[in-house]
C-alpha cells in the first residue's frame, strides 16, 4: 500500500513538473507571437523578435533579437534593436487581468534617428502609435484583441546605455551619439493598469525625446 501510495505521488509530481514546463513553452511562444502580431499593427511597421524565454517558477525573462523597422520612406534598415533585454515579473500575476512587472531593463540598445529636429522615423512610429492607442484627443485604432487582452502594470523601467545612430541628409551630416539612461517607474499602478501600446508610447516618446535632444547637441561634431 506505501509504494503504491508512493507511485501515486511520485507520478502526480512527475505530470505537475510537465505542466509547468508545457505552459512555460506555450507562454514563451504567445508573447512571441503576440509582440509579433500586434506591434506592427499599433507601430505600422516590421517587428521582429528572435526568442522569449521565460521561467513561471521564479517570474524572470529575456527577450532577445527584437528589431523595431523604418516606416516607408526612410532608408535605414531598422528604428532600434534590441540584443537582449531582461524583465522580472510576479508569476502569481499571469492568472489575472493585469500582469504586474517589476522590472525591465535594455541594455545597449540600437536606435537610429533618420531625418530632421523636425520631422524623422522616431516621431513618425510615435505618430503611428498616437493613432492606433488614441492620443492627443483622438479615438484609439487599437487592436480590439490588444486592448482586450491582459493589462499591464510595470513598476520599473530601465534602458541603459543606448546609441543613437543620427542620419541627417538635409545637413548631409551623420554621426553616433550616446543618450543618458533612461527610467520609467509606477506605469499601470492603476486598478485599470495600461496596454501593451501604451506601454510602447510612453516608453517611445522618452526615446524620442532623448535621441533628438542628444543629435541636436552633438551637430557640431558630426
Known amino acids: 500500500m506505501k509504494k503504491l501510495l508512493l507511485k501515486i505521488i511520485i507520478g502526480l509530481l512527475v505530470l505537475i513538473v510537465l505542466a509547468v514546463l508545457a505552459v512555460g513553452f506555450f507562454l514563451d511562444g504567445t508573447v512571441k507571437k503576440g509582440i509579433e ?24 525573462g529575456t527577450i532577445q533579437g527584437l528589431v523595431v523597422g ?54 513618425k512610429i510615435l505618430s503611428n502609435l498616437e493613432e492606433t492607442t488614441g492620443g492627443k484627443g483622438e479615438k484609439s485604432a487599437e ?9 499591464l502594470q510595470v513598476d520599473n523601467f530601465l534602458i541603459t ?8 541628409p538635409d545637413l548631409k551630416k551623420s554621426g553616433v551619439v550616446s543618450i543618458p539612461d533612461i527610467q520609467l517607474t509606477q506605469l499601470g499602478t492603476g486598478p485599470e493598469g495600461i496596454t501593451a501600446g501604451e506601454l ?23
Open 143 to 151: 487592436p480590439e484583441a490588444a486592448k482586450a487582452g491582459k493589462k
Open 37 to 60: 502580431t500586434f506591434g506592427p499593427k499599433l507601430t505600422k511597421v516590421s517587428v521582429n523578435l528572435d526568442k522569449v524565454t521565460l521561467s513561471l517558477l521564479s517570474g524572470s
Open 70 to 123: 523604418n516606416p516607408e520612406g526612410y532608408q535605414s534598415p531598422h528604428a532600434i534593436s534590441i540584443g537582449s533585454a531582461t524583465l522580472a515579473l510576479q508569476p502569481k500575476s499571469l492568472l489575472s487581468d493585469k500582469v504586474v512587472i517589476n522590472k525591465i531593463e535594455m541594455v545597449a540598445p540600437e536606435i537610429t534617428f533618420e531625418g530632421g529636429l523636425k520631422g524623422n522615423n522616431l516621431s
Open 161 to 168: 546605455g543606448a546609441k543613437v545612430h543620427a542620419s541627417l
Open 200 to 222: 510602447s508610447k510612453r516608453v517611445l516618446q522618452k526615446i524620442e525625446e532623448e535621441a533628438a535632444t542628444a543629435v541636436a547637441n552633438g551637430l557640431a561634431n558630426f
